[in-house]
């Protein structure tokens, strides 16, 4: 069994800061690509960023240069630290995770509230 633990949400004024952190536990052999979704009400999922084992990163265009991701590998640990939040960021936020036990996976945690006021 794998698992994915969110933690750090909460509840931010505008231009506040929030940090997200979210550790994976379990039969875990090797954990590859991790990244951050969120999804709002009413609208789809949404990829903030991803970040692959070796360091690479990838971020959508509304959160570039406000948001970064980071990962522990020993730790099996994926950050995404958050900067100037808008209201529009209020969303709740998805952990991801690529994780191989013997075949790979795909893993989601089970979410965070971040809630943006303006």
């Known amino acids: 069994q794998v698992q994915l633990a969110e933690s750090g949400g909460g509840l931010v004024q505008a231009g506040g800061s929030l940090r997200l952190s979210c550790a994976a536990s379990g039969n875990i052999r090797r954990v590859n690509d991790m990244g951050w979704y969120r999804q709002a009400p009413g609208k789809q999922r949404e990829l903030v960023a991803s970040?692959?084992?070796?360091?690479?990163?990838n971020y959508a265009d509304s959160v570039k240069g406000r948001v970064t991701i980071s990962r522990d590998n020993a730790k099996k640990m994926v950050y995404l630290e958050m900067n100037a939040l808008k209201p529009e960021d209020t969303a709740v936020y998805y952990c991801n995770a690529r994780i191989f036990t013997g075949y790979e996976g795909n893993y989601w945690g089970q979410g965070t509230q971040v809630t943006v006021s303006s």
């Open positions: 970040i692959s084992s070796g360091g690479r990163t």
